[in-house]
Structures are given as structure tokens and as C-alpha cells.
């Protein structure tokens, strides 16, 4: 089972769907956060309040766009689909934005947390990105499933187990964390080719590291997703 969910959720990366969705990601937390950040430039003696403000901010759009990413690719982290499901978060922001921001909400509360576990070593700092990782896509995992159950209430196979064994958990975290490496390490090496061709323009392969490497980080949601999907019967409307 272990093996089968981590196979499953490497397979996310093969579609371009993904990262078609890292792209969304990107407009959806940078774009505001480029625009907050000249704001705050202009503004002179903004203050501790600002600051603080800045960083609620910061986090609100990250949790904000990771919930989106993994809502549109849902339906290929369960193994249900081969395509995005590209106006279901945006369905769910109109249909029921209470529970959307809800959701948001209490996530921003768990990443502000992990904040500050973030200064550990390197390992550790490994470990706590792909936990955050998974505290930021599992819930919202949790919420489609919930979504889909009520719709169609004989859609789960049986009780659906939403918390993996502790050596599965671990494995999640290790291999999500080595992956994650991985992938930044890849998104750097993409980053230089850009500015090789480019001419040493470092702002078009530093506009293309923040999405790959957004993606690598979600592997441990995309392996927690896989093993959620194997307990349902399939079938994303």
C-alpha cells in the first residue's frame, strides 16, 4: 500500500496539468504579494503593525493558493482522473465560501505554528516543509472527499481512513522531504539554463523556479492523496 501511494503520487508530476496548476499557484500568491511589496516600499516608517500584517498576509496567500492547487488537482491525486478539475475551487469560493474560508482560516492558524519550528536544522527543516506540506493539503483532501460523499454518499468503498499508520506517516514525510530536495535542486539547474539563454536575465528563471519548485514541495499531499483514492470507488464530477 505504502509503495503503491508513493508510485502514485510521483505520477502526479507526469502531467502537464500539474504544473499548468503551479502556474495558477504562482499568479494567485505572488502576483498580490509583488504588488503588497511595493506597496509597503512606498510607504515609509510602516511599523511593526505593518510588518506584522505583511506576514498574515504572506501566509494567507500561501495557504489560500496551496488550497487551490490541490482543489484543482484533485481529481488526479485520487487517480480518478487524467485531467485538472480547473473551475472546481472557484465553484466551491461561490457555492460555499464560508466553508472555503474556513477551511483557509484554520490552515493560515497550523502554518503560522510550523513558523517557528522552521529554524531547526536541515533535516528537520526537510521534515517540517513536507509536514507543512501535508497539513496544508490533506485537510483540503479531507474536504473533497467530504464534498463527494455528499453528493454521492456510496462513493467510498467502505469507512475511509483518513490517518495513515506512523511508519507510513514517517515514510510520507522522508520521501516527500528527499523530494522536495530534489526537485528544488532540478528547479535550480532549470533556473541557470533560463539565464544562460536568456543572457544572465535573472528574472526569468527565478519566475520559473517558484512554481517548480511549489509542485516538489506538494509530493507528500500528492502520495497522502493517492492513498485517500484507493479507498473510494472513483468518479470526480
Known amino acids: 500500500m505504502f509503495l503503491d501511494s508513493v508510485l502514485a503520487g510521483l505520477k ?19 502576483i498580490p504579494m509583488a504588488i503588497a511589496g511595493k506597496v509597503m516600499d512606498k510607504a515609509e516608517g510602516a511599523g511593526c503593525v505593518a510588518v506584522f500584517f505583511g506576514a498574515l498576509f504572506f501566509q494567507a496567500l500561501h ?23 480547473w473551475s ?50 490533506g485537510p483540503t483532501l479531507m474536504f473533497v472527499l467530504g464534498i463527494m460523499e455528499l453528493v454521492n454518499p456510496d462513493i467510498a468503498k467502505g ?4 490517518t495513515p499508520g506512523f511508519w507510513f506517516l514517517v515514510g510520507l514525510l522522508v520521501i516527500g522531504g528527499i523530494m522536495s530536495w530534489v526537485g528544488r535542486m532540478v528547479a535550480a539547474l532549470i533556473v541557470t539554463g533560463l539565464e544562460m539563454v536568456a543572457n544572465g536575465t535573472k528574472g526569468i528563471g ?13 509530493i507528500p499531499v500528492f502520495m497522502y492523496g493517492a492513498w485517500l483514492g484507493a479507498q473510494v470507488k472513483g468518479g470526480f464530477q
Open 12 to 30: 502526479v508530476l507526469t502531467y502537464w496539468e500539474t504544473y499548468a496548476a503551479g502556474l495558477e499557484y504562482f499568479a494567485i500568491f505572488f
Open 63 to 85: 495557504v489560500a493558493s496551496s488550497v487551490v492547487l490541490v482543489l484543482t488537482l484533485a481529481p488526479i491525486i485520487f487517480g480518478f482522473a487524467e485531467d485538472a478539475a
Open 88 to 137: 472546481f475551487p472557484w465553484k466551491i469560493l461561490t457555492v460555499a465560501p464560508g466553508a472555503f474560508f474556513k477551511l483557509v482560516g484554520a490552515l493560515v492558524v497550523a502554518s503560522i505554528l510550523l513558523e517557528f519550528l522552521l529554524g531547526l536544522s536541515i533535516i528537520f527543516r526537510l521534515l517540517i516543509n513536507s509536514l507543512r506540506a501535508l497539513i496544508l493539503g
Open 159 to 162: 469507512p475511509v481512513d483518513f
Open 206 to 218: 527565478q519566475l520559473a523556479m517558484v512554481p517548480i519548485g511549489a509542485i516538489f514541495g506538494f
